[in-house]
Nanobody
Framework: QVQVVESGGGLVQAGGSLRLSCAASGHTFSRYATAWFRQAPGKEREIVAAVDWSGGSTYYADSVKGRFTISRDNAKNTVYLQMNSLKPEDTAVYYC????????????????????WGQGTQVTVSS
């Protein structure tokens, strides 16, 4: 069983940066693809970025390309999301989720592909 806990959210001005962390328990986490999702009020949960088990392959939503970077440190059982040049439209609850497979699927990046979810961390970007 894998449990994940997010941290690092907060309030930041537009143009600022935050780094989110996803710390996991369970020795299998290092073999799982992991993603960050976000959900803004009144909107559906959407994928932001994903990384395979090794960190060698990544995916980014068009809205965050060039601004966000996903990475992982398997020795620490932690996945990160570095968020730069933040915009007010990035305001949302950010969730970390792990998929019981080494790889994510470009053809299906929906929430149902991911079994293990954290409670989320709030990111608020003021204009």
């Amino acid at each position: 069983q894998v449990q994940v806990v997010e941290s690092g959210g907060g309030l930041v001005q537009a143009g600022g940066s935050l780094r989110l962390s996803c710390a996991a328990s369970g020795h299998t986490f290092s073999r799982y693809a992991t993603a960050w999702f976000r959900q803004a009020p009144g909107k559906e949960r959407e994928i932001v970025a994903a990384v395979d088990w090794s960190g060698g392959s990544t995916y980014y939503a068009d809205s965050v390309k060039g601004r966000f970077t996903i990475s992982r440190d398997n020795a620490k059982n932690t996945v990160y999301l570095q968020m730069n040049s933040l915009k007010p439209e990035d305001t949302a609850v950010y969730y970390c989720a792990a998929r019981p497979s080494p790889y994510y699927r470009d053809s299906d990046l929906g929430t149902d592909e991911y079994n293990y979810w954290g409670q989320g961390t709030q990111v608020t970007v003021s204009s």
